[in-house]
């Protein structure tokens, strides 16, 4: 199946620093790739979905300054958490759906942030 | 908004019982997908159900799409402790995931 690896896989920064989160596609062009947040014994609560070349649309309730989506490119999508509070430690995911089989997405391993 | 509730949200069992999980929404999905995520760990596509009513089998589980496409069960015979983990449907054109199951099957 396709892979999305993510980097870094764990990270931790200071309060008040900013962080960025690589999601790349390794053998596929994913023009839309979508972000998620898990905290601790949660499901996966969709933050964003990020577009190749444009904008990215951001869920009710998520702040767009505060959690900056760059999709550069095909097969590469940054999630960057600016000024980073202790509250922002969680667990992000990004997917990217492969478009040689239509509706399924794959996953990234995931990346651990914690703001001290 | 589309909405999945998954039921129930902790399961543990002996190994060797069978168990069912559901996934239930008012809204009508074009298709389902049922996840395993372990911890620390992205979560993995088991399989996707795309026509109501449809059954597909994967090795001890088993996946039903209701025939209304609103509803989903996964069933798993002869649970092992190799199951445990969190189970998590999800549905819709931008991935949305039900509330999550978390499976604990003891040896």
């Known amino acids: 199946g396709a892979v999305v690896s993510q980097h870094p896989s764990r990270v931790i920064c200071k309060s008040g620093t900013s962080v960025k989160i690589e999601c790349r596609s390794l053998d596929f062009q994913a023009t839309t790739m979508f972000w998620y947040r898990q905290f601790p014994k949660q499901s996966l609560m969709l933050m964003a979905t990020s577009n190749e070349g444009s904008k990215a649309t951001y869920e009710q309730g998520v702040e767009k300054d505060k959690f900056l989506i760059n999709h550069a490119s095909l097969t590469l999508s940054t999630l960057t958490v600016t000024s980073a509070h202790p509250e922002d430690s969680s667990f992000y995911i990004c997917?990217?759906?492969?478009?040689?089989?239509?509706?399924?997405?794959?996953f990234g391993p995931g990346t651990r942030l914690t703001v001290t | 908004t589309q909405l999945l509730e998954q039921s129930p949200q902790f399961l543990s069992i002996q190994e060797g019982e069978n168990l069912t999980v559901y996934c239930n929404s008012s809204s009508v999905f074009s298709s389902l997908q049922w996840y395993r995520q372990e911890p620390g760990e992205g979560p993995v596509l088991l399989v996707t159900v795309v026509t109501g009513g449809e059954v597909k089998k994967l090795k001890r589980l088993t996946f039903q799409f209701g025939d209304a496409r609103k509803d989903s069960s996964l069933h798993i015979t002869a649970a092992q402790p190799g199951d445990t983990g969190l189970y998590l449907c999800a549905g819709g054109s931008k991935i949305i995931f039900g509330s999550g199951t978390r499976l604990s099957i003891r040896p």
């Open positions: 997917s990217a759906r492969d478009p040689r089989t239509g509706h399924e997405q794959y």
